[in-house]
């Protein structure tokens, strides 16, 4: 098989996985979105810490406390998804839509940033490192910029 055809298929299994976390967050399945992760990835997730190194309890824990903040499903739209793909590594970037019903009664509906990065491990991709965003307004006034969407 050449490379290039290695290559599209690699990104086709960086395609699914993709879609298969956005539906273990719309579910809220903790086991669902931690399997797709190597055992000691490093996370800079919107929520503290500043980042979460090779902990994985930490890593369920946030997400357990997380989908608790939700009556319902978690609405996960991905838009501008762009995937590089080598040999044993990749990494995605995209804006990530997150909506849904708030367990207070409030509504959500934000876009955030968000790139992945993987490792072929054991011949299946894995996340080793994820990276999870909003921008801040830079008027002194540190206010998360959670009003933007993105144009076109």
């Known amino acids: 098989m050449s490379t290039e055809s290695n290559w599209t298929k690699d990104e086709a299994q960086i395609r699914t996985l993709r879609n298969n976390l956005a539906n273990a967050v719309y579910t809220k399945s903790v086991d669902g979105v931690m399997s797709h992760y190597a055992a000691n990835p490093v996370m800079f997730e919107l929520a503290p810490p500043l980042q979460i190194r090779g902990d994985e309890r930490t890593g369920k824990q ?34 990530n839509r997150i909506s849904g019903m708030r367990s207070n009664g409030d509504q959500t509906d934000i876009w955030v940033r968000e790139t ?25 006034s540190n206010k998360a910029a959670v009003d933007l969407k993105p144009s076109g």
């Open 62 to 95: 946030n997400l357990e406390q997380w989908f608790a903040t939700f009556q319902g499903p978690i609405g996960y739209e991905i838009r501008d998804l762009h995937i590089t793909v080598d040999h044993e590594v990749a990494f995605c970037c995209s804006l």
């Open 116 to 140: 992945l990065c993987f490792r072929k491990i054991d011949n299946e991709w894995k996340v080793v490192h994820e990276h999870q965003s909003v921008p801040l307004y830079m008027d002194g």
